[in-house]
């Protein structure tokens, strides 16, 4: 939930460790810091504030030195203040250190290393751990062997921590050196040309080199000028994996968009290429996914779905539940991760389970596939960021590959999640009912999806004037039935998160049993009205909701006619195949959050309280 970067090589550190905290600025934006080690000394420069407040700082140390640290936080213990933030010097000058996590056993520590005389100035978990270390390397006894003091230290205290923690590490008494380890918070490690950067995440690397290697939980990594080594907190040697980044940093810029949600709502249609890219079969009936380490034969013997997640995923998988029973007429069961980890589900031997995340950092998400497989289930992910733990831990998978996701408010990751939902249901339904003539119609209407979400696309500017008019109202119903209903759960969440106006989602039907009671002329409702059996119900929900003066803006599928004067703005969306409309009405509730929020003055990438990827339970 926080961004660290650490720099090992031949040019000034500072400027590269801002630099890549600014890409890593949509992982935590409260207060940002950076230490560089120059003549023997570590100097830090910490602010409350985002990253450019740091710059600014940053400015006045003139720093020089070439091995550094750097961290933008998300507060977890102690407010937003410029001594919570990172890096934290241990009392006794010797060590500095960023953490991305949380240190569960602190206080223990902090009681411990009182009575040792360490002193503490933040109210942090972190500082806690840094102290520790120093206890350690003040005790270590001189290497044998060659080994290092410093690295050392840092395993010994590691062992003593429950928690979760990607840390970077540096020593006044080591220069240019960086010790770094990883439990449960993502640490890639680049190495380029006479040079190291360590960072939670590749979009703080990819500028320097694209050559990468991702930690695993429980390995250190210690990083000295001319080489690096990897080994676990037993102490055992890891041979290092070196992966290549397939995107490029232009891919992480706005390329002339205002902000990252709006470049990545507009991205969209190329997105679904791109997940779509190679994945269907030959014969143009189904499709095929290379990495799911499972056979057709073994997918026949599936019974039932779990699926699970978070958040903007977890709505993708409500619609992936709807699409695999309705296609494929296999029971699917959905579950919040944070549910599922601490709910004791019974699973019957025949349930495959699939996680989605488009980190694949996601705690709750990760702990959940972690209790389906102690319970001897296979798992299988799905997944935008290449390399992420889930990735790594899960049996199988597939990557959505749309690129780096950097604005908060997951767009294109959700509908590429949607897309491969649609495709798992297509895979599992031609193993079972689904006629080859249906299957190659459903194929047809999935590659067809991309040019349908530039048609609407194209309707940005009456959708902007639709926020512009209702952007004052406080409360917003979202209404959909059926495959639109998690649209319109996604919808409500969209303008929550950035544009901070209550806003619910459910099912069409539902409104009546009592969201109902919220309708006045100051509660607009945004129903999702697609063509077909429901239709005219959806029309006697909207007259019950028009009854009371509540304001409609409807997003209809082309061919349907709402009768006069019952909604007051309409959206249209082209007809399609069910497996494709889930996408294709995700982008107008999409775009109307995005502009609501423009015209409040919200801050769409950065909303408060908010970061991308939610490493703490
Ligand atoms: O990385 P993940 O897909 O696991 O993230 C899950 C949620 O945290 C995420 O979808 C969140 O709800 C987004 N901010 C939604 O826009």
Redesign the pocket.
């Known amino acids: 939930m926080c961004g660290i970067v650490g720099y090992v090589g031949k040019q000034k550190a500072a400027a590269i460790i801002l630099e890549g905290l600014k890409r890593l600025e949509y992982r935590g934006y409260d207060s940002a810091g950076v230490c560089v080690l120059q003549a023997g000394k570590l100097d830090v420069a910490k602010k409350a504030g985002r990253v450019e407040v740091l710059v600014k700082e940053a400015a006045r140390h003139k720093f020089t030195g070439t091995s550094g640290i750097g961290h933008t936080r998300w507060a977890t213990h102690g407010g937003v203040t410029d001594a919570n933030a990172h890096p934290h010097v241990s009392s006794d000058g010797k060590l500095a250190l960023i953490h991305n996590g949380v240190i569960e056993n602190y206080a223990g520590m902090k009681k411990f290393l009182a009575g040792k005389g360490y002193t503490f100035k933040s109210e942090t978990d972190t500082e806690a751990l840094c102290n520790l270390i120093a206890y350690h390397y003040a005790k270590e006894p001189a290497p044998k062997n060659g080994g290092s003091r410093f690295l050392e230290s840092v395993r010994k205290a590691l062992r003593h921590v429950e928690g979760t923690y990607g840390i970077a590490v540096l020593c006044a008494d080591c220069p240019d050196e960086i010790v770094a380890a990883r439990k449960a918070s993502p640490l890639v490690l680049g190495v380029g040309d006479q040079e190291y950067i360590l960072a939670s995440d590749a979009a703080a690397i990819v500028s320097r080199t694209q050559n990468v290697v991702y930690l695993k939980d429980g390995e250190l990594v210690h990083i000295t000028p001319r080489a690096f080594a990897i080994s676990t907190l037993d102490q055992a040697d890891v041979s290092p994996v070196v992966d290549t980044i397939t995107w490029k940093v232009g891919d992480a810029d706005l390329n002339g968009y205002a902000h990252f949600m709006e470049k990545e709502i507009f991205e969209q249609p190329q997105a679904l290429e791109n997940t779509m890219r190679g994945r269907f079969a030959e014969d143009g009936s189904t499709a095929q996914f290379g990495g799911l380490n499972l056979s057709a034969a073994e997918f026949r013997q599936i019974d039932r779905l779990l699926f699970c997640?978070?958040?903007?995923?977890?709505h993708a998988c409500l619609v992936a539940e709807h699409l695999v029973e309705s296609f494929a007429r296999v029971p699917v069961e959905v579950d919040y991760a944070s549910e599922f980890r601490y709910r004791n589900v019974p699973l019957d031997r025949n349930t495959l389970c699939w996680v989605?995340?488009?980190?694949?950092?996601?705690i709750d998400?990760l702990a959940a596939l972690r209790e389906a497989k102690r319970k001897g289930h296979r798992v299988l992910a799905i997944n935008n960021v290449v390399g992420s733990t889930i990735a790594r831990e899960a049996d199988g998978g597939v990557y959505q590959h749309v690129g780096p996701e950097i604005g908060?408010?997951?767009t294109k990751?959700?509908t590429s999640q949607l897309l491969l939902g649609a495709m798992i249901a297509l895979y599992i339904a031609r193993m079972r009912d689904m006629s080859f003539s249906d299957g190659v119609q459903y194929v047809q209407s999935l590659k067809g999806a991309p040019d349908l979400v530039r048609t609407v696309l194209k309707q940005a500017p009456k959708i902007r004037k639709i926020a512009k008019k209702y952007a004052k109202h406080a409360d917003f119903l979202f209404l959909g039935r059926l495959s639109l209903f998690p649209v319109a759960l996604e919808g409500a969440?969209?303008l929550k998160?950035i544009s901070y106006i209550h806003a619910e989602g459910y099912p069409t039907a539902e409104m009546k049993h009592g969201p109902i009671a919220l309708v006045s002329e100051q509660c607009p409702s945004v129903f999702l009205v697609p063509k077909g059996d429901v239709f005219n119900k959806i029309v006697s929900s909207m007259q019950e909701i028009k009854a009371r003066k509540g304001p409609i803006i409807a997003v209809v599928t082309a061919g349907s006619e709402i009768p006069p004067g019952v909604a007051d703005e309409v959206i249209p969306i082209p007809d399609c195949h069910p497996a494709v409309l889930p996408i294709v009405a995700t982008i107008p509730v999409q775009l109307l959050s995005y502009y609501i929020a423009l015209e409040r003055g919200c801050d769409v990438d950065k909303p408060r309280n908010?970061a991308?990827?939610?490493t703490v339970e």
């Open positions: 997640a978070c958040g903007s995923a977890w989605i995340s488009q980190s694949g950092e996601t998400t908060v408010a997951s990751a959700f969440l969209k998160e908010l991308k990827s939610v």
